[in-house]
């Protein structure tokens, strides 16, 4: 005869034994890697022999900083080249501006379609959330050197790309940038890119 304590081990046993291969899938799933700049190299003399450094682990691919890529399997490159403050003479007379008590920046974003089809730009997502304390952050629009990200964008072409936020100042000048695709050529349950950087 079974006991409580038993008949609970057994159904843990088989629910883990069941969610195995599904929690495996998942984290071993990815969309693309990193292309990160590379540091230049020290020089080191034939007397002198190369002193031991702590390994530093190695970032997942999908944590970026602003001037880093991230290339996608079939090609598609992605590089999030500043997050710049937006000053009131970026804003015209009709453009949503940010309230005095949050800070307005643009995401610059270079897209590279090195695959073999066209890339419908329109069914990407976005996301801007503060990095310091955390913080939601809110659209503006500022028509004044804006790009919006639409449309499609032929294999072999680039295009240079703009998002337009707003974070509240007692949430500080670091901000996360994820990056989102939907299509048939990703998986939809892995990691997104994220570029993290100051608002400058």
């Not at 046993?13 to 693309?32: D, H, K, R, V």
């Not at 009709?94 to 920046?105: A, R």
């Not at 329109?122 to 629009?141: K, L």
Request: net charge negative; charged share 25%.
């Amino acid at each position: 005869m079974y006991t409580r304590t038993r008949i609970r081990t057994a159904i843990l046993a088989t629910t883990a034994a069941a969610l195995l291969p599904l929690t495996a899938a998942c984290s071993s799933s990815e969309q693309g890697t990193a292309e990160r700049g590379v540091a230049p190299q020290q020089s080191v003399t034939e007397d002198a022999a190369p002193a031991e450094e702590p390994v530093e682990e190695k970032a997942p691919d999908t944590e970026l900083a602003v001037g880093d890529g991230f290339r996608y399997k079939d090609g598609v490159l992605l590089t999030v080249t500043g997050i710049n403050r937006l000053n009131a003479t970026d804003f015209g007379e009709f453009d949503l501006k940010p309230g005095v008590d949050k800070t307005g920046f643009r995401v610059l974003l270079d897209v590279t379609n090195n695959a073999k089809t066209p890339l419908d730009l329109d069914t990407w997502g976005v996301n801007a959330q503060g990095a310091t304390t955390g913080g939601q952050t809110e659209f503006v629009s500022a028509e004044k050197g804006s790009k919006q990200m639409t449309g499609r964008l032929a294999p072999g072409k680039k295009g240079s790309f703009t998002f337009e936020y707003a974070l509240a100042k007692k949430d500080g000048a670091e901000v996360v940038f994820t990056m989102t695709r939907v299509d048939d050529s990703v998986d939809i349950l892995a990691e997104d890119p994220h570029w993290t950087g100051t608002i400058k």
